[in-house]
């Protein structure tokens, strides 16, 4: 569906642009942007490799481990239904840790992983138990300890301190996820 809109988006204003005389604009309009978007990319592109490569290190260090062993308990209250299930608790575990320290491509097959422990302890119904909704809405709204993707972003638009978003972004972060898992909880009695 969103396809369909942003076809929409784009061809209305092509046909606009082009109906009031400025197509001229919107090719030039194209092209420039075009550029800067490849631009954009290739500044980025190192940085993201520098930034995984820190998250690689502290992966094979343990500190992801320790990371892991500081939200297991946090987690199995969250949890109910994963408590006591060592794959799906794991696997949960391992996402969002991933998630946290920024390495979300680590954390893709985690979550996958975890949704799909859940879906076996909700015995294969198919409308989502509380724990998957919890655990999708901590996975969208988790918290930030080093938010890569955005100092990355900030490093290649020339930004001096691309690094002063990171407390900003703690604080940010562990509010959408405290106010996140906090709805849910109160959704779960009346659904």
């Given amino acids: ?3 369909y809109i942003w076809f929409f988006m784009i061809f209305l204003g092509v046909i606009v642009g082009i109906i009031t005389g400025k197509g001229d604009l919107i090719s030039q309009g194209i092209v420039n942007t075009a550029g800067d978007t490849v631009q954009l990319v290739i500044g980025i592109m190192g940085l993201m490799c520098m930034w995984c490569g820190v998250m690689k290190i ?6 992801m481990d320790k990371i892991a062993r500081g939200l297991r308990p946090i987690l199995k209250v969250l949890f109910k239904g ?8 794991g696997a949960i575990v391992m996402n969002l840790t991933a998630n946290m320290m920024g390495l979300s491509n ?3 097959p985690f979550g996958i992983k975890a949704m799909e422990e859940m879906d076996r302890l ?9 724990d ?3 655990f999708l809405v901590l996975n969208a709204a988790c918290i930030q300890f080093i938010p890569s993707t955005v100092i990355s ?3 290649a638009e020339g930004s001096q301190n691309p690094g002063i978003i990171i407390i900003p972004a703690i604080i940010a972060t ?8 906090i709805v849910c909880k109160v959704l779960q009695r009346y659904f």
């Avoid at 502290?58 to 500190?63: I, P, Q, T, V, Y």
């Avoid at 909700?122 to 509380?130: K, P, Q, Y």
């Avoid at 562990?174 to 898992?181: D, P």
């Fill in 82 to 89: 994963a408590a006591n299930d060592s794959k799906a608790l």
């Fill in 1 to 3: 569906m969103i396809n």
């Fill in 174 to 181: 562990s509010c959408a996820a405290i106010v996140g898992v």
């Fill in 106 to 108: 680590a954390a893709t």
């Fill in 132 to 134: 998957m909704v919890l």
């Fill in 122 to 130: 909700n015995g294969g119904r198919d409308e989502a138990s509380n």
């Fill in 58 to 63: 502290a992966e094979k260090s343990g500190l």
């Fill in 153 to 155: 972003i900030r490093a």
